[in-house]
């Protein structure tokens, strides 16, 4: 298995151009707020209420309304983008990533610039202690957001131990390893009940690429590119390297040999621990924070 090249991360709250404060006349004072709107994804299957618990406290907390619209995960990419290209931005925003979008508004003065708030020391508990998360999340050496702490471990392989001991099979080396346990996850009957019913991988819906899924991972095993490559001094797309198309190969027998779950294309990302806790399927690649809420979910 090839290295998987480090990617910085990047998720920020970005703060709509002017949407915090406003000015009284000519005295220059700040008015206080007595609202804001917040557009954040969420990863369940139900969002929460108007009314929830959790929304009222933190809106006792802040001492003004929060209005909080949900958004799901899978969905929240394009309502960005539907957003960011209409004139009524929320005052607060989930920003996943540095994409087209962002970058030109906040280019165009969209987004409050708060570079200077947070290096200004007044706010320690805003600022990452990580300079390169810093410069990941700014635009232009700009900071147009708080950051949001992710994993510095992103993508990780999660393998049931108990179907590799019942089969008598190691931890995977290399990429080949991979594909021979989720063969065997998938013919060889790993959880010993004598039916064939239990696949290797569990990929859930994922639309694009280079924006985190479990094929993209796959893809910078086998040497490509994160989106771009260099060639020769020059940035070209990944998906234009022989290595990308080795990859793309990898995992199309994946797919023909049923080595993966056959609702890969349409199953909600939201349900995504539910076969590896059922017993269907046995690998997922994702954030190394899934394998503690997967130990934590098989705990209880």
């Given amino acids: 298995m090839k290295p998987v090249r480090k990617r910085i991360p990047l998720a920020v709250l970005a703060i709509g151009a002017l ?3 406003s000015c009284s006349d ?14 954040a994804p969420f990863f369940s299957a139900v969002p929460p209420e ?5 929304d009222k406290a933190l809106s006792d907390l802040a001492g003004l309304d929060l209005s909080v619209q949900w958004v ?4 929240y990419g394009a309502k960005t983008n539907t957003v960011l290209a209409g004139d009524d931005i929320p005052d607060v925003m989930v920003i996943q990533g540095k994409d087209q979008a962002f970058v030109q508004t906040a280019e165009a003065g969209g987004f409050w610039d708060l570079t200077d708030y947070l290096a200004s020391g007044d706010y320690p508990n805003l600022v990452t202690e990580n300079p390169e998360v810093q410069e990941a999340s700014s635009v232009n050496g700009k900071v147009y957001g708080v950051y949001r702490a ?4 992103r993508h990780s392989v999660i393998i049931r131990q108990d179907w590799l001991d019942n089969l008598g099979l190691a931890l995977p080396e290399t990429t080949d390893d991979l594909y021979e346990i989720a063969r065997a996850f998938t013919e060889d009957d790993p959880d010993g009940n004598g039916r064939n019913d239990t696949y290797g ?4 819906a994922w639309g694009g690429i280079g924006n ?7 893809e910078v095993w086998h040497g490509s590119g994160n989106l771009w490559s260099e060639e020769g001094g020059e940035l070209v797309p990944a998906f234009t390297t022989p290595e990308w198309t080795q990859a793309l190969q990898y995992e199309r027998d994946l797919v023909q040999n049923g080595y993966v779950n056959p609702d890969f294309a349409t199953m909600d990302p939201a349900t995504w621990n539910e076969p590896f806790l059922n017993g269907k399927g046995g690998i997922i690649i994702d ?14």
């Avoid at 799901?72 to 969905?75: M, Y």
């Avoid at 991988?201 to 859930?204: C, D, E, Q, R």
């Fill in 72 to 75: 799901p995960n899978s969905d």
């Fill in 50 to 54: 108007e009314d929830d618990p959790i």
């Fill in 26 to 39: 000519g005295g220059g004072s700040e008015e206080p707020l007595e609202s804001l709107d917040i557009m």
């Fill in 212 to 218: 985190g899924s479990p094929y993209d991972a796959i």
């Fill in 19 to 21: 949407a915090l404060t």
């Fill in 201 to 204: 991988m569990i990929n859930p």
């Fill in 287 to 300: 954030v190394q924070s899934r394998a503690s809420e997967l130990a934590k979910l098989f705990k209880e």
């Fill in 150 to 153: 992710r994993d510095v471990i």
